[in-house]
Structure formats: structure tokens, C-alpha cells
């Protein structure tokens, strides 16, 4: 094995982007900042249809979806042994075998596991604006519907993507698997990046320094994603998105979400909500320790 994958996991807009940015700047020790649109792990969305169809013995065009996720397993191991070094990897899927019986992610390619979560509230309101669907389509999605993002099924095939609800989502990459976690709250990120980026990267091995980590933060500052975004694009944006980086605000739920909707989402995820103090007014409390 000449490489190793560092999952970042997590449900839809709850900080994969930003945290992978960082974790390339550290990993490759830039001067000038990373591309948004030159990250490697290039195996979700579209990357992924072009990555299974390059490796796998068949087109995906001639296989049902469950045949597909059959394959990725073998898929991704064969892009590991391609490698070098740690890939850092977008998953929004839940952590899960495929009907074969093996993880969808093979554990002997997983080096770790950094896991994002986000207060739901501000997941919906992101995710509708990424999906651009209603606040109401999208609190349904998050609540359990197995959909998956526009960018995916605007595929000419679309490939598995299995987001689960939000609390699944949560629960299935700290429940017991064999992957090694380290979970971070998106709030406590933005309050604080320089010491929670220093933690997760220390977790997934980059032996970093507090000094490093202030560069790649600053190096990937919102506004700095914004403008990249609008002035070249970003290829991870869905079609039906008007832009990637919307806001990046804790809170961003005020004045957009109503009180039966607020509702709606603490009774669907009370339970994950709880356990990773986020509340039903919207705020959010000390993170318990352990919480996973």
C-alpha cells in the first residue's frame, strides 16, 4: 500500500470544504495558498463516476447501483495503491457496508477519520441554498429521505451516495466501526480555528506546529473562498447552486427558519442534538466529553 486515505466525514455543509483546504495546505507545506479547485481525493461527485469508470472492470453505465457500490470498495482500494502519501477525501455518505458485506471505505485503506458536525438548523438553511430546494424539501431530506445532492443526480448515472438522515449520518461514524474518529463541531472550529485545526490534524498525523496551522487558516479565510469561487469557479458546486460558499456563519438560521420548522427538525434529530449539545433555540452548549 503506497498510500493512505484521511477521511473528512460529514453530513452536507457542515465544513468538509474548509477543513480539507487546511489539511492540503499543511500536507503539502505551501508558501502561496491551495487552489480550491486543486484538492486531491478527487472520489465524490462527478470525481467519483470518473474514478469508477477508470478503475473498475466495467462502466458504471452497465451496472445497477447496487452493483456499483458493490465495486467501490475494490474501486478505492486499486486509487490507494495508485498513490502516494495521505489522501484526503470528501465523504458525505454515511459510515456503511455495501451489500457484499464489506466497508465501503476498506479500513486497511483509512489512515483516520476526522468527522464535522454542524447544528442542523444551519445545515438546513445551507443545504437548501446548495440544493436549491425549500427549506421545507430540505428539512424532509435531513429528517431521512436517502437523497442525494443535485450535483449527483445530474450525473448521467448516478452513483451511491447513502447521506442517511442527519442524526444517521452522526451516528454511524461514531457508533462502533474500524475507522479511528475524531470528531469536531463546526461552532467550536470557527471560534476557534487555530487550536481545533491544530487538534484534528495532530489526530490524522500531520505533525504540525500552532505557527503552521495560523498560516493554513489564514490561507483559507471565507472571503478569500468566496472570491476564488467567483472569479474561477468552484467544481465541486452543484449546477442548481448559485454559489458554494454561501455565508460560513454560525446562526445563519436566524430570521430564515420558523418556529414549526425549528420544531420539526429537534423532533427528527433531538436525540443527536442532545448528545452533541446543540439546542433547540439554535444555540449551542459545551460539547460533552467523551462524546463519541
Not at 468538509?16 to 500536507?27: D, H
Not at 443526480?153 to 475507522?179: C, D, F, K, M, T
Request: net charge negative; charged share 20%; glycine share 8%.
Amino acid at each position: 500500500m503506497t498510500s493512505k486515505f484521511c477521511l473528512v466525514a460529514s453530513y452536507p455543509k457542515s465544513g468538509n470544504t474548509w477543513t480539507r483546504l487546511v489539511f492540503e495546505n499543511l500536507a503539502r507545506g505551501s508558501v502561496t495558498p491551495i487552489s480550491i479547485n486543486n484538492m486531491t481525493g478527487g472520489v465524490h461527485g462527478f470525481g467519483r463516476r470518473i474514478l469508477f469508470d477508470a478503475l473498475a472492470p466495467v462502466n458504471a453505465s452497465d451496472l445497477l447501483e447496487s452493483e456499483i457500490e458493490s465495486f467501490l470498495p475494490a474501486v478505492f482500494r486499486h486509487f490507494a495503491e495508485q498513490g502516494t502519501g495521505q489522501i484526503f477525501v470528501k465523504v458525505h455518505d454515511c459510515a456503511h457496508r455495501s451489500a457484499m458485506g464489506e466497508w465501503l471505505y476498506p479500513p486497511d485503506c483509512v489512515n483516520a477519520v476526522a468527522y464535522l458536525v454542524r447544528h442542523p438548523f444551519d445545515v438546513a438553511v445551507s443545504f437548501a441554498h446548495h440544493l436549491s430546494m425549500t427549506l421545507e424539501e430540505t428539512v424532509q431530506i435531513m429528517g431521512g429521505a436517502d437523497l442525494v445532492s443535485s450535483q449527483i443526480r445530474a450525473l448521467p448515472l448516478p452513483l451511491p451516495q447513502h447521506l442517511g438522515s442527519w442524526s444517521e449520518n452522526v451516528r454511524s461514524w461514531l457508533g462502533s466501526i474500524p475507522y479511528r474518529v475524531t470528531l469536531a463541531r463546526y461552532e467550536d472550529i470557527h471560534a476557534d480555528p487555530v487550536p481545533a485545526f491544530h487538534r484534528l490534524a495532530r489526530s490524522i498525523g500531520l505533525q504540525v506546529t500552532p505557527t503552521e496551522v495560523e498560516t493554513a487558516v489564514e490561507a483559507t479565510r471565507f472571503d478569500r473562498l468566496q472570491k476564488e469561487e467567483a472569479v474561477a469557479g468552484f467544481r465541486e458546486k452543484p449546477p442548481s447552486s448559485p454559489s458554494f460558499f454561501r455565508s460560513g456563519q454560525p446562526g445563519s438560521w436566524e430570521g430564515k427558519l420558523d418556529d414549526a420548522l425549528r420544531a420539526r427538525l429537534f423532533g427528527d434529530h433531538a436525540a443527536m442534538m442532545e448528545r452533541l449539545s446543540y439546542r433547540a433555540d439554535g444555540t449551542v452548549g459545551p460539547l460533552p466529553q467523551p462524546c463519541g
